[in-house]
């Protein structure tokens, strides 16, 4: 009778420390599960904040070319309508010169 309360226990004792091990085992492989998960989103986010300051880079960039091209051949317009201009005055004044003669 005592041997059977013995073994009982000893059965007990290996079964209730094989479930410790068994759980501790899960509980570490969730851990692991949950740091893989964190890193990898950490990743994705800084692979996208990359990304999105790669696009807004690009797009300063164009704007200022944009803003830059239109500078110049506003610019460009400029010269040529006061070229033009000046030109209109002085046939003009030859007109009133000729006319006045």
Not at 14 to 43: C, F, H, M, Y
Request: hydrophobic letters at 45%.
């Amino acid at each position: 009778m005592i041997i059977r309360g013995f073994l009982a226990l000893a059965v007990s004792a290996v079964l209730g420390i094989g479930t410790l091990v068994v759980v501790n085992n899960a509980s570490n492989d969730a851990n692991d599960t949950a740091k893989e998960i964190t890193r990898q989103s950490l990743e994705y986010q800084k692979e996208a904040l990359k990304d999105a300051d790669a696009q807004t880079k690009a797009a300063q960039e164009s704007i200022e070319d944009a803003v830059d091209t239109a500078t110049e051949q506003s610019g460009a317009d400029a010269d040529a309508i006061q070229e033009d201009v000046a030109e209109q005055i002085d046939a003009a004044t030859k007109q009133i010169e000729e006319a006045t003669k």
